[in-house]
């Protein structure tokens, strides 16, 4: 709280004092958090990025992003004012603190004083944990004996019948949100990302913790997933609606399936591996064909998001946040 106040201190100070809004410090950190995701060098929407001064300065497909001088006429403040702001999309409007560091920012001269910086610090694991961390994912190998547990940024493996120190497998990303053995308990996959920045997906051997392949899929965390009977290719829900399905083989090109129009929470392969069901934050149920990639069928039943999927041979079920369980016969 203290450092809150401190930091809107400082905030007033520059303001009231009247010191020019500075691009790096201020306008940047407001496009990092909210924006980036989808005007980046990796997502172009609109024609426009904002990761970059040359294409900012140029604009997007309408034309330059603003007018110095002229807050009111600046395409940016179109864009994330009004009662409805376009921007951020699918999003909560931006603060009006925020919207007036871009008018002042332009009001001043859209001055670039440095370039974006990516001041992102690197994921840190501790050595001991102070408290102990949340965990967000959980497998067990089928004969009980081993599993795996995700924390933040690292999975942790271990012998469930012995006491032999856990093995700690680090990751890069912010937060893991998946990890799964695949179905002969040889491999594990860890899946998640770092909001706005990346998803990523990482297979270790799951006896010595080695790892077999490692990649980078689309500009924000990957969720839930889940192996394909043969234990090649994981499919896994993505932030965008997509979900992707990843092969171990990291020469193997990834495929996705554009399905929903919002986070994709929970994946389940059928026992033959032929379908894929899908659950969402759009609050559907997805059947969709592997080899196809195309939606087969859509249960709109929900009034609320989706959180969990699961089939056997002849039917799956989801649920989610309405507390109702949906079946589907296959
Ligand atoms: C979830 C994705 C998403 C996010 C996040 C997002 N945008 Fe957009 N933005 C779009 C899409 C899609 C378009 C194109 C809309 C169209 O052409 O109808 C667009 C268009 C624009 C345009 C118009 C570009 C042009 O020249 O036509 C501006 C300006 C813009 N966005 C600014 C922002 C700003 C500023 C933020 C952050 C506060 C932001 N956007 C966040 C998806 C997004």
């Not at 930091?7 to 020019?20: E, Q």
């Not at 893991?176 to 990523?200: C, K, M, T, Y």
């Not at 297979?203 to 080695?210: E, I, K, L, P, V």
């Amino acid at each position: 709280m203290r450092r809150l106040t401190l930091i809107l201190g400082l905030f007033w100070a520059v303001h009231a004092s009247g010191a020019d809004v500075s691009f790096q410090r201020e306008v940047w950190p407001i496009f990092k958090r909210h924006c980036i995701g989808c005007h980046s060098e990796q997502k172009k929407k609109g024609g426009l990025r904002l990761d970059d001064v040359a294409a900012l300065l140029k604009g997007g497909k309408s034309g330059p992003l603003f007018v110095v001088g002229k807050p009111d006429d600046s395409e940016l403040i179109d864009q994330v004012t009004g009662d409805e702001p376009e921007m951020p999309q699918n999003d909560a409007p931006l603060s009006r603190a925020k919207v007036k560091v871009l008018q002042d920012w332009i009001a001043q001269g859209g001055k670039i004083d440095g370039p974006p910086k990516s001041d992102v610090p690197p994921v840190t694991i501790p050595q001991f944990y102070a408290y102990a961390p949340a965990i967000s994912s959980v497998t067990i190998r089928s004969d009980g004996k081993f599993a795996a547990v995700a924390c933040r940024s690292e999975v942790v493996t271990f012998n469930v019948d012995d006491d032999v120190t856990p093995r700690r497998l680090p990751t890069d990303f912010d937060l893991i949100n998946h990890v799964e053995l695949s179905p002969d308990g040889q491999r594990l996959a860890v899946a998640g990302g770092s909001p706005q920045q990346f998803g990523g997906i990482i297979f270790f051997h799951a006896a010595d913790g080695t790892r077999e392949s490692a990649r980078r899929v689309g500009t924000d965390t990957l969720f839930k997933g889940n192996f394909a009977p043969d234990g090649q290719t994981i499919a896994v829900g993505g932030p965008t609606g997509a979900v992707y399905l990843i092969p171990v083989d990291e020469k193997a090109p990834v495929k996705n399936i554009e399905l929903h129009s919002d986070w994709v929470t929970a994946v389940a392969f059928t026992a033959d591996g032929k379908q894929l069901i899908t659950g969402s934050r759009d609050k559907t149920t997805k059947l969709s064909s592997v080899e196809g990639l195309n939606l087969l069928r859509s249960v709109d039943q929900s009034p609320e998001m989706i959180n969990a999927v699961a089939a056997d041979p002849l039917t799956a079920i989801s649920g989610g946040k309405a507390g109702v369980l949906l079946r589907l016969r296959l």
